[in-house]
């Protein structure tokens, strides 16, 4: 069994307790306007030039099967439609302008990768994360990834939208120590708005979870003017659940636009910030209504 990531972040102190390794995962069902992984919304391995690290070496036209590179007058050209996405002209770039997203490993191939970093976490109460994207579109590899490292003693976290089926929720229950759930609004017409799908499924898989005694720590991405009127609604949902650990409320960033420059994407990041008065009206709100701490 094989599945398609795109990262594997060492070190990583902000998906889950202590210190971290977070194996970010190829596909996504949802299209946030926000988002900061563009290249994991699709499931097909992708190509990232970023130009202004190119150094004109010409590497990559050597290597390049379908001519899709090419240096003009000391400017790389690229032309996507003859892209195949072999990931041969990354692997030679001197200047790391070429990014590959989306090799494929198999769970003998991650698991002892996972494994090095042990003693961090152990020595910091940390563990792994699956990440995306959205993880559990390649649901089967997670439950396999998630059970090898149960056996080996090491903490889980997983990280899901929600907008999955209830099957493969059920698969990586038992092997799952902690879900990081993200709510990006409460109202359906404000998710299809912001994510292109409604949110009744996303809603309906938090209180199942919670109904397994699931740990469960929830992600709200503040983003002004898309979903900042959903702090009352989401914080009365919230409110009624037993096993939710804490509440993130997650600042909007814009430092993901060269990303979609690099894939060739539209850049929808929305240009207003929060600010930090906003964020913490936002974390006072929550926390009167649900009676938990939140973090940032």
């Known amino acids: 069994m094989k599945a398609k990531i795109f990262e594997i972040k060492r070190f990583a102190v902000h998906d889950g307790d202590g210190i971290r390794t977070t194996v970010f995962f190829k596909g996504c069902p949802l299209r946030c306007v926000w988002c900061h992984n563009p290249e994991?919304?699709?499931?097909?391995?992708?190509?990232?030039?970023?130009?202004?690290?190119?150094?004109?070496?010409?590497?990559?036209?050597?290597?390049?099967?379908?001519?899709?590179?090419?240096?003009?007058?000391?400017?790389?050209?690229?032309?996507?439609?003859?892209?195949?996405?072999?990931?041969?002209?990354?692997?030679?770039?001197?200047?790391?302008?070429?990014?590959?997203?989306?090799?494929?490993?198999?769970?003998?191939?991650?698991?002892?990768?996972?494994?090095?970093?042990?003693?961090?976490?152990?020595?910091?109460?940390?563990g792994v994360t699956l990440s995306g994207g959205e993880c559990l579109t390649q649901a089967d590899f997670c439950a396999e990834l998630l059970g090898r490292l149960k056996n080996e003693g090491v903490h889980t976290a997983l990280d899901t939208c929600?907008?999955?089926?209830?099957?493969?929720?059920?698969?990586?229950?038992?092997?799952?120590?902690?879900?990081?759930?993200?709510?990006?609004?409460?109202?359906?017409?404000?998710?299809?708005?912001?994510?292109?799908?409604?949110?009744?499924?996303?809603i309906e898989n938090l209180r199942y979870l919670d109904s397994k005694g699931c740990k469960i720590e929830i992600r709200y991405p503040y983003v002004p003017e898309y979903n900042s009127g959903e702090v009352e609604g989401i914080a009365e949902l919230l409110s009624g659940l037993k096993n939710v650990m804490r509440i993130r409320v997650l600042a909007y960033h814009n430092y993901a636009g060269s990303k979609y420059s690099a894939l060739g994407m539209e850049n929808t990041l929305p240009e207003r910030l929060p600010t930090l008065d906003e964020l913490e009206g936002v974390r006072q709100k929550i926390e009167k209504i649900t009676n938990i701490k939140t973090t940032d």
């Open 162 to 202: 929600g907008y999955i089926s209830r099957e493969m929720l059920d698969k990586v229950i038992p092997y799952t120590d902690l879900f990081l759930y993200d709510v990006k609004s409460y109202g359906s017409d404000v998710h299809r708005k912001c994510t292109g799908h409604p949110n009744e499924r996303i």
């Open 40 to 126: 994991g919304i699709s499931k097909k391995a992708q190509l990232g030039l970023y130009s202004h690290k190119c150094i004109g070496c010409g590497e990559c036209v050597k290597v390049c099967k379908t001519g899709a590179h090419s240096i003009e007058n000391g400017i790389h050209m690229f032309d996507r439609d003859r892209c195949i996405a072999c990931g041969a002209c990354a692997e030679v770039c001197l200047g790391d302008a070429l990014t590959f997203y989306g090799r494929e490993v198999t769970v003998d191939e991650l698991l002892p990768l996972l494994l090095e970093d042990r003693d961090f976490y152990e020595s910091s109460g940390g």
